[in-house]
């Protein structure tokens, strides 16, 4: 089974995500949320090819895919050569480009 690395960007995201959810929607609402990450994140290595390419997306040298999560957060991944490498999760909301170009998760 190949095994899911986060970036310090993602573990960034993590955070930022749960305490917004906290704030604006309550700790239930954050529990489901990463209750639901989590079994996204634990779903990718039986299926690595989850997400959705989108290469107009790609910064230069990255080749991610993009799976959502509960219609509004998308997970950023790629393979890495001891699994799979989670960028970015990300609102949808967000100009996604623009995140990567700033911070495609190296780290």
């Known amino acids: ?3 899911i690395v986060l970036s310090e960007a993602a573990r960034i995201d993590r955070r930022e995500i749960t305490a917004y959810t906290v704030d604006r929607f309550g700790i239930r609402q954050a529990r489901r949320l ?3 990450f ?3 994140l634990e779903r990718l290595p ?5 997400g959705k ?4 997306l790609d910064p ?3 080749s991610f895919r993009y799976f959502v999560v509960m219609k509004s957060f998308i997970i950023v991944d790629e393979p890495a050569n001891d699994g799979i ?3 970015r999760l990300l609102h949808s909301a967000r100009d996604l480009a ?3 170009d700033r911070d495609a998760g190296d780290a």
Do not use: F, N
């Open 1 to 3: 089974m190949s095994r």
């Open 34 to 36: 990463r209750e639901q």
């Open 38 to 40: 989590q079994a996204a």
């Open 46 to 50: 039986e299926s690595p090819t989850l």
């Open 53 to 56: 390419a989108r290469r107009e």
């Open 60 to 62: 230069e040298g990255h």
């Open 85 to 87: 490498r989670v960028a």
């Open 98 to 100: 623009a995140e990567l």
